[in-house]
Structure formats: structure tokens, C-alpha cells
């Protein structure tokens, strides 16, 4: 009788230990069944790795934010602040370098070295842009830097008030450049300051080579014949994949393209930007 009390207490403790090892068994298969899953679905489909990076970036994404124009924050004082600056800050525009320091900025029209051939910023260097715009090319800019930690979007020209438009305008009116100025009077979305051209460059600044300047005036710079050209070795596959790089990255983070200039982007249509913003003067 003992002896058999004695088996069933084995019995017992040997179906415990069985039952404790089939748990730690399914517990440790299943999690390295779902890790091996992920990490194949990334191998087999680039676009799903792009997707996971898309993810990462999205909490950085969150947990970023934004300075404002005001207090400890501010790094230029009111009084040293230009005129035009003042005017964008009165109109709640943001300095993009308070949204995202690491983003590079270079603007196109506040030195001589354009197509213009005059500074018409009279000397200022901060681009300013509509707060959810600025959001939107940070969050284009963290994109970028997931899926390459050297790279950096290079801001070429934003908020363009249309005092500035009208002294383009006057500098190419009545030349053969006129057709690729917007004329003052119908306005443009960078008179809202939510239309950016933008660029790839490096940490040093260097620019990726796109297969024309910006502000290049022919079909090489237009998106919509770079298929054609890549054909007939007009631009290089890097050329076009430095191009495709930075589309991705600007519509992943709510940019629209033009099909006729690489490097400019709008954050909303005109309806929407004549709704909620001002013409800035
Ligand atoms: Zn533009």
C-alpha cells in the first residue's frame, strides 16, 4: 500500500516536470518563430524593410518637438531679427532651424549665385515655413536619415513673401526667363510658406548629384520624362535613384511633387493653403 502511494507521488511529480518542460518548450519556440517571421519578411521585400524603418522613424517622429519663436528657446533676439523675419513670425511662421537643426539650409535667392543673379532676400539666411509644413519636412528629414544616417535634406528655398515674388518678377520680365517666374498677381504656394525645394546632400553639405542643378530650365530637371532620359543615358541609375530617394521620403511625409521640377514640393493644394493660411506680403 505504501509502496504504491509512493509510485503515484513519482508518477505525479514526473507528469509536473513534464508539464513545466512542454511549457518553457512552446514559450521559447514561439518566440523565436516570431522573431525569425519578421526578420525573413524584411530579407525577402525591400519595401517592407522600408516599412519597419518607416515604424522606427514614426516614434522619433513623436517624441520630437517643437521650439518656438519665443523665450530661452529663441537663438536670435528680436532685435537682430530682420524685418522679413519678423513679418513670418508675426504671421506664425517657424524658423526651420528651431524645428530641426540637423535639416541643412541654403536658400537659393539670398545671395547672387541664381538664375536671377541677385540676392532678392536681401541678405537674410533662416527659411521660415508654416508650422505644419516645417513639421511635415522634419518628419521628411528623420526619413532620410533612418534610411541613411549621413544624409540630410537640404532646404533651398521655402517661405518666399511676395514682395520677393514681385522683385523676381521684376528682374524677368519681359526676358526669356519670364515664363519660369510665377507672376505676383496669381501667387504661389511658397507665398504661403507651405512649397519647398529641397535637396539630398550629405553632413558636410555636399549635394547629391540629381542629373541637373536646381532651377535647371529644361525637361532633364522634369520627373515626369526621367524614365526616357535614364533610357537613353541622358541621366545615370543614380542620378534617378537619388531622385526617387528624395520623392520617397517628401510623400511619405505628406509632400506632393511637381512632374516638371525635381526639387519643389508642396505640403497641401492651393484650396486647402488658400483656406487656412495667409498670402504672406
Ligand atoms: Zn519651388
Redesign the pocket.
Known sequence: MRIAAVRSLIRVRLLFLLFVFMVFFFTVKTRISYSSTASDSVAADGHHREEIAGEVCGVERRQGGLKMQTGDTNPASPAELSEMEKKFIAAGLVNIADVDDSLMVDLKYASPQNFLGADVYGGMKACYLQRDAALKLKNANDLLKCHNPKLRILLA?GCRPRSVQRRMWAIVEGTPMQRYVANPSAGSL?NYGV???VTICDENGNRLDMGTPMDYFGALSHPREEVRFLKEGKLTKQQVAARRLLRNVMQRAGFQGLEI?W??FNACDKKTASRTYQVID
Request: overall charge negative; proline content about 0%.
Open positions: 528655398d511658397h512649397a519647398v525645394d521640377e526639387w519643389h
